[in-house]
């Protein structure tokens, strides 16, 4: 599975972003992270499972929201009011089965990685 990752940008805080990830191939976990400088990656969201189960972190809970193009094998990650904390790269992830609670909040559970795309918010 190839993933192609897009929508970053410099953005004010309180601005919006949309990122965007397409898949080569069946997915059925998606998840996006991110790595701030000097910083570990973490976990942002994921969707996974028939009913679209969505999971996210609580420091974007509320401003960020995840949904899945399934025509598309696509997973998009809309990004409101931004702080610039939010600042980093942010990475698609997809995983070949399907996780479900604190299993979709880990890295280890995501076997396919896109190359990153940046994301700045300036105050």
């Known amino acids: 599975v190839q993933l192609q990752a897009s929508g970053g940008g410099l953005v004010q805080a309180g601005g919006s972003l949309r990122l965007s990830c397409a898949a080569s191939?069946?997915?059925?976990?998606m998840g996006w992270f991110r790595q701030a400088p000097g910083k570990e990656r973490e976990f942002v969201a994921a969707?996974?499972?028939?009913?679209?189960?969505?999971y996210y972190a609580h420091s974007v809970k509320g401003r960020f929201t995840i949904s899945t193009d399934n025509a598309k094998n696509t997973v998009y990650l809309q990004m409101l009011s931004l702080k610039p904390e939010d600042t980093a790269v942010y990475y698609c992830?997809?995983?070949?089965?399907?996780?479900?609670?604190?299993?979709?909040?880990?890295?280890?559970?995501?076997?396919?990685w896109g190359q990153g795309t940046l994301v700045t918010v300036s105050s």
């Open positions: 969707i996974s499972g028939s009913a679209g189960n969505t």
């Open positions: 992830a997809v995983g070949s089965l399907y996780c479900s609670g604190y299993g979709c909040y880990d890295a280890k559970n995501y076997g396919y």
């Open positions: 191939g069946r997915t059925f976990s």
